[in-house]
């Protein structure tokens, strides 16, 4: 397997330091990272143990959680310092997240999901009409991810199977081509053959738009499609407070 290591030759998307967070409560689970930082373009690839913090860790990335020290800087904005709402700006404008459970709207049509993220950012609306019709972008987007068409018009999200809400998410992800895409073990629910289908199509759309990816998964034999891979234990001390 690849490692930690890296060489920079792009800029840095993400760069974290002195980073510490707590979930509240008792019997709390904490992680610090001191330094680490993901480069433009990287397809990066998270593995660790079920409970061991992946999922924690995305969160804080995206500015879904804030730590209680440190910096989380993005594209050159420390987000630990902006105001929850500025947050929630800055993520819907640079982050396309593909969530473990999709959380597509089950009553929206497979557009509507699709363009969903439009509503929230400018500059990802921008860029999509530089190219057309927003529709069209979500369409060609589906059927580059390998949606059967006839189930793009209409179709409510809630009728798909796994794998085509998959699809959906990935597409609703990568609309308007946002900075970061990251996602939390996409692939978890598909066979082997189509998780590997699923990660090409998934790849090629991201470097056609520019993105960095950042993708937890349990799977290590996934590991030769990504251009590096970290164990979130090698990057970071995490640490559960005894009963
Ligand atoms: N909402 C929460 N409140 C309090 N503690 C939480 C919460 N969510 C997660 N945790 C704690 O953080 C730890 C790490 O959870 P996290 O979901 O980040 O791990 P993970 O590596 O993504 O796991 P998995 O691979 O099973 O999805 C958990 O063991 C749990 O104790």
């Known amino acids: 397997m690849s490692n930690a290591t890296r060489e920079p030759a792009e800029p840095d998307v993400v760069r974290i330091s002195g980073l510490h967070f707590t979930w509240p409560g008792r019997h709390s ?3 610090t990272i001191e330094n680490f930082s993901v480069s433009r373009g990287e397809r990066l690839m998270l593995i660790g143990p079920s409970g061991g913090g992946k999922s924690t860790f995305l969160s804080l990335l995206a500015g879904i959680l804030t730590p209680q020290r440190g910096s989380i800087e993005i594209l050159g904005t420390d987000i630990t310092r902006l ?5 929630d700006r800055f993520r819907s404008e640079h982050f396309g997240i593909i969530f473990q459970m999709f959380n597509l709207l ?4 497979v557009i509507d999901n699709v363009l969903l993220p439009l509503h929230f950012s400018k500059s990802r609306r921008e860029r999509v009409r530089r190219t057309g019709k ?11 991810l390998g949606l059967e068409p006839a189930l793009i018009s209409g179709t409510s999200a809630a009728s798909l199977s ?16 946002p900075e970061v895409v990251i996602a939390d073990e996409p692939t978890s629910a598909l066979d082997r053959s189509r998780q590997t289908d699923f990660l090409k199509l998934l790849f090629a759309n991201a470097e056609a738009s520019g ?11 996934l590991s030769p499609h990504f251009s590096r891979v970290v164990r979130l234990d090698d990057i970071a001390q995490t640490m559960r407070e005894a009963a």
């Open 211 to 221: 993105s960095t990816l950042i993708m937890v998964t349990h799977d290590e034999s």
């Open 29 to 31: 689970f904490s992680l």
């Open 162 to 177: 796994v794998g085509q809400q998959q699809r959906v998410a990935a597409a609703r992800a990568l609309i308007g081509m």
């Open 83 to 87: 105001s929850g709402p500025a947050r």
């Open 134 to 144: 927003p529709e069209v972008e979500a369409r060609r987007l589906l059927e580059h």
């Open 106 to 109: 089950p009553y929206g049509s």
